[in-house]
């Protein structure tokens, strides 16, 4: 029979290569949209015709429960959030509503409605923030640093305590920082490759950064979404780590886009006071032992392919 799916969150960049992913293993993909004045669909374009979209918020709990009355779903994956780490801490009650209540409001419309539905909880590396361990596991002590990080362990949580308490077969990954050209503008990544690409067409001549000195353990959203899935196909719930197990600074990501195109970043990036944060996560490294060997994960893109994929995939935007 064919399995259902429901992604929330189907319009950012995980819901958009999740979606591919699960239709190419033969799912009926539902994803829910939320409403607004102008559709920004972009990401899930090439896949409209394929996509069942159902209408509601994470910040309407009878809103959930009517999409899951009308999809069905076998697994659901809650992929929505307020995702972007600075806006938590200029609307720290919204990012709470969202990212952390969200989920709470989605496992009680699942568990009054079906009980037999697989859940993933998209939890985040920034949970493990002023890290008390390097590298990091499933066992590592969680210390959030912004509210979006406090909001995230909140809903790891409430997903570990529903599944103990009510018997749900639900799931946290815990995924560090992943990328690809559908990345929002606004993270370092996206915002890096999209200058690069501007200033080589000639549109721009300066990048205005934050902290060049963070870690981040970067890999490939394409290759992450495989994970997901792969949690939900266990006998038995558990939560993973997924990384490359590398570390590189925003600075190592500013000098290979630039050289990927023959020019110099010191020529163009300025540091700017305005894109530092309140408080920084310095530096971030996940273990993916567990994935590996339960799951049979691996990344295949590592950092250097990623970022120069990104940048080959903005200059062709931008050429357009
Ligand atoms: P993203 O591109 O920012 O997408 C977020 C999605 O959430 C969008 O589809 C957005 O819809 C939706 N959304 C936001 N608020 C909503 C609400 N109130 N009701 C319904 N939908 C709402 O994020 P992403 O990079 O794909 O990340 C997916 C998930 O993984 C997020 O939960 C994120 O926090 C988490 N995560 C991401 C990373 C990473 O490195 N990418 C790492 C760890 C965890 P609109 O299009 O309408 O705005
Ligand atoms: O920042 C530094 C910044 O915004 C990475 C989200 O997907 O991954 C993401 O969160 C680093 C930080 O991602 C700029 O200070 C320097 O140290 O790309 P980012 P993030 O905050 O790590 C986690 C795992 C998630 O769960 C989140 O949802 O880069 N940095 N200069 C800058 N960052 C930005 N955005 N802009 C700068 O100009």
Same mark, same amino acid.
């Given at each position: ?49 394929? !996509?069942?979209? =159902?209408? +509601?918020? @994470?910040?309407?709990?009878? %809103?959930?429960? $009517?999409? /899951? &009355? ?97 018997? !749900?077969?639900? =799931?946290? +990954?815990? @995924?560090?920082?992943?990328? %690809?050209?559908? $990345?929002? /503008? &606004? ?134």
């Amino acid at each position: 029979m064919t399995k259902r799916a429901l992604i929330t969150g189907v319009t950012g960049q995980d819901g958009s290569y999740l979606a591919e992913l699960l239709l190419d293993e033969g799912y009926e993909v539902y994803g829910m949209v939320r409403r607004s004045s102008t559709e920004r669909f972009e990401r899930i374009e090439h896949l409209r015709d394929r !996509l069942h979209l =159902v209408h +509601g918020d @994470l910040l309407d709990g009878s %809103s959930l429960g $009517r999409v /899951l &009355e009308e999809s069905e779903p076998d697994e659901v994956y809650n992929l929505a959030a307020q995702s972007f780490v600075p806006t938590s801490w200029t609307e720290p009650v919204l990012t709470a509503q969202f990212t952390g209540l969200g989920v709470t409001r989605l496992l009680e419309a699942l568990r009054s409605t079906r009980r037999d539905v697989r859940f993933y909880q998209a939890s985040s590396s920034e949970m493990f923030g002023k890290v008390l361990e390097s590298p990091q596991s499933e066992t590592t002590p969680f210390y959030p640093r912004s509210p979006y990080g406090v909001a995230k362990v909140y809903g790891h949580y409430i997903t570990v305590n529903y599944r103990e308490s009510y018997d !749900l077969f639900a =799931v946290s +990954g815990i @995924l560090f920082n992943h990328e %690809s050209p559908r $990345r929002g /503008l &606004e993270f370092v990544t996206r915002k890096v490759s999209h200058a690069v690409a501007s200033i080589k067409l000639g549109l721009k001549d300066e990048l205005r950064l934050g902290n060049l000195d963070a870690r981040r353990d970067w890999g490939f959203a394409g290759d992450y979404v495989r994970a997901m899935w792969a949690m939900l196909q266990r006998d038995e719930p558990a939560d993973y780590v997924i990384a490359t197990g590398e570390s590189h600074t925003v600075g190592e990501c500013v000098e290979v886009a630039f050289a990927h195109v023959g020019l110099d970043w010191k020529q163009h990036v300025v540091q700017d006071e305005r894109f530092m944060r309140p408080a920084e996560v310095d530096l971030l490294v996940g273990d993916p032992s567990k994935a590996r060997a339960e799951l049979g994960w691996e990344p295949e893109v590592r950092f250097a392919e990623l970022v120069r994929m990104m940048v080959d995939a903005d200059i062709e935007l931008l050429s357009r």
